[in-house]
């Protein structure tokens, strides 16, 4: 059977289509209105910001065609932005009309109660029957990654199916006749999302065993396996990890100065998500040399995972205006454009952020054409990570810096406790007269939906992470999300983060996974043992 996917040029496509075909099913992009017409089964999978998915749809001719169908109570599975346009409009895109086949309007979390974008694996309480998915559905967590819901208490009865909470009450899934959506993402959403999607595609509920008799409840932490991938010396692209950023071996004799090779990148993600990763991210250290179009070898890693993994996928490096060798011109957003295309849901910015906040602090004002304002005007700030790479600089007096300072539990190499974060750019290896508070906050402001928090002194040490710094940024009044990472080297190392900081949302390791020195499983069960919720 073939099921007809509506693509709007909006993301990450790919992944829905691999999804469906992990099902035994086809798909028949809808790119016309005439396809609209025809189809049979029809998915939307809405990703990024409303106004932007509406005004795309409205240039492509798809608004009345997808009114009609809708309305003619013909099967619709609308995801994400996908839901959240069958309302009347949203506070994201003021004025800019959505489908109104549910009345309402979409509105913002309040960050002054929860982190936002809204971002993780959170629980689902049914509320009404569905043809679609089971009472199982209570027994397992779904991937979610928003900004805006429609609120349960502004959705009518006779469409509200099940509800999530966080910080308010919100429609997770909404249902009438044919007509399903969901706030959350089943292509992400492992096996459970599976069958979910094949609950649609088949018209009835799918068999399926929770693999716990608990019902859960609530927003769990993230345990998220990272890959740093580049090309070795003979070319092979490799997934490898450095000792303070030093990807290559010590010269021991055999492998003298060669690039640690710890596995080949789609093999390792595979089994990581068998493990029970909650997310996969890909840093393509090497970046670029020429372009990101001639660099087909990440892209294909990209493209083989979307067909094998279905959690959510974020792939770093590179991610700037650049220009060829052959003289052509391309924004940031063509570039992580391309990256969506090829199956990633979130892109990771290094070294351009740190160009852009420095930018921001010698005029004070935005300019729309930073990476991060490019990238979330158009697909929403969800989808951009901003990485963070910081060291610390020991001083003795606050009077040697103006930058944001704070007493460290460890003491520098002549005993200083006094200390500020230091940005680095281009690997860790060049340092920028930028802190840490200043990267991340800057950041929040021009777009960023995600920090991903490295500490160069932690990194490859499996000593535990820094809470110190981890704490410094949580103190900062950021409201977007943290990913704790470097140092992790044992479960207890993820308990002693999560007791201790316990706004912070996720954690992640790369080395003591690849090594299987500690296994996903064992974070896990270590978790779940010491009370923290864990998918």
């Given at each position: 059977m073939k099921v007809s996917l509506l693509d709007y040029g909006g993301g990450n496509v790919r992944s829905m289509?691999?999804?469906?075909?992990?099902?035994?099913?086809?798909?028949?992009?809808?790119?016309?209105?005439?396809?609209?017409?025809?189809?049979?089964?029809?998915?939307?999978?809405?990703?990024?910001?409303?106004?932007?998915?509406?005004?795309?749809?409205?240039?492509?001719?798809?608004?009345?065609?997808?009114?009609?169908?809708?309305?003619?109570?013909?099967?619709?599975?609308?995801v994400c932005v996908?839901?959240?346009?069958?309302?009347?409009?949203?506070?994201?895109?003021?004025?800019?009309?959505?489908?109104?086949?549910?009345?309402?309007?979409?509105?913002?979390?309040?960050?002054?109660?929860?982190?936002?974008?809204?971002?993780?694996?959170?629980?689902?309480?049914?509320?009404?029957?569905?043809?679609?998915?089971?009472?199982?559905?209570?027994?397992?967590?779904?991937?979610?990654?928003?900004?805006?819901?429609?609120?349960?208490?502004?959705?009518?009865?006779?469409?509200?199916?099940?509800?999530t909470n966080y910080?308010?009450?919100?429609?997770?899934?909404?249902?009438?006749?044919n007509m399903f959506a969901t706030q959350f993402h089943p292509e992400k959403s492992g096996v459970i999302?599976?069958?979910?999607?094949?609950?649609?595609?088949?018209?009835?509920?799918?068999?399926?065993?929770?693999?716990?008799?608990?019902?859960?409840?609530?927003?769990?932490?993230?345990?998220i396996a990272c890959l740093d991938v580049r090309s070795n010396d003979n070319g092979d692209i490799v997934v490898t990890k450095g000792d303070?950023?030093?990807?290559?071996?010590?010269?021991?004799?055999?492998?003298?100065?060669?690039?640690?090779?710890?596995?080949?990148?789609?093999?390792?993600?595979?089994?990581y998500f068998l493990e029970g990763a909650d997310e996969i991210t890909f840093l393509n250290i090497t970046s670029f040399r020429n372009c990101l179009f001639q660099d087909l070898p990440i892209l294909e890693v990209l493209r083989q995972t979307s067909e094998r993994v279905f959690v959510p996928l974020t792939i770093g490096g590179g991610i700037r205006d650049m220009v060829d060798s052959d003289g052509h011109s391309y924004t940031a957003l063509d570039v992580s454009s391309e990256y969506f295309r090829s199956g990633a849901d979130k892109v990771s910015i290094g070294s351009d952020a740190v160009y852009s906040v420095e930018k921001y602090l010698e005029t004070g004002e935005t300019t729309g054409n930073s990476s991060i304002e490019q990238i979330s005007r158009v697909y929403g700030n969800q989808a951009v990570v901003i990485s963070v790479d910081a060291r610390r600089i020991y001083i003795k007096e606050h009077s040697e810096t103006t930058h944001h300072t704070l007493t460290h539990s460890e003491p520098g190499p002549s005993g200083e406790t006094l200390c500020w974060y230091q940005c680095t750019v281009k690997g860790g290896r060049e340092g920028r007269d930028i802190d840490v508070i200043q990267l991340v906050t800057i950041s929040e402001i021009l777009g960023a939906g995600e920090i991903l928090l490295n500490c160069i002194n932690k990194d490859g040490t499996n000593s535990g992470y820094d809470i110190d710094l981890?704490?410094?940024?949580?103190?900062?009044?950021?409201?977007i999300p943290v990913i704790a990472s470097s140092g992790a080297g044992s479960p207890q190392h993820f308990q002693h983060l999560f007791q201790q900081c316990p706004t912070v949302e996720s954690a992640l390791a790369a080395g003591i996974f690849h090594r299987r020195e500690v296994a996903i499983e064992e974070v896990k069960d270590h978790l779940r043992d010491c009370g923290l919720p864990i998918r």
């Open positions: 289509c691999n999804a469906i075909n992990s099902l035994g099913y086809q798909v028949d992009i809808v790119s016309t209105p005439e396809d609209l017409r025809n189809a049979q089964k029809l998915i939307f999978p809405g990703v990024g910001a409303f106004g932007a998915c509406m005004r795309a749809l409205q240039e492509r001719g798809f608004v009345e065609e997808l009114k009609r169908y809708i309305l003619a109570d013909k099967p619709f599975f609308g996908g839901l959240q346009c069958l309302y009347e409009g949203s506070e994201e895109s003021p004025g800019v009309p959505g489908l109104g086949i549910i009345k309402g309007i979409v509105k913002r979390f309040d960050s002054t109660e929860v982190s936002v974008p809204h971002m993780g694996w959170n629980s689902v309480t049914i509320k009404n029957q569905s043809k679609v998915v089971g009472e199982w559905m209570e027994y397992e967590r779904v991937y979610y990654v928003h900004s805006y819901a429609a609120l349960a208490e502004d959705t009518p009865d006779n469409f509200l199916v099940g509800t910080g308010v009450e919100y429609a997770g899934i909404v249902e009438r006749g999302g599976l069958k979910i999607l094949e609950g649609f595609l088949s018209g009835q509920i799918i068999d399926y065993v929770p693999k716990s008799n608990e019902k859960v409840l609530g927003l769990s932490k993230r345990i303070q950023y030093d990807v290559r071996e010590e010269n021991d004799g055999i492998s003298k100065g060669k690039v640690r090779n710890l596995g080949k990148p789609v093999d390792l993600a595979s089994r981890i704490q410094h940024v949580k103190n900062s009044g950021i409201r």
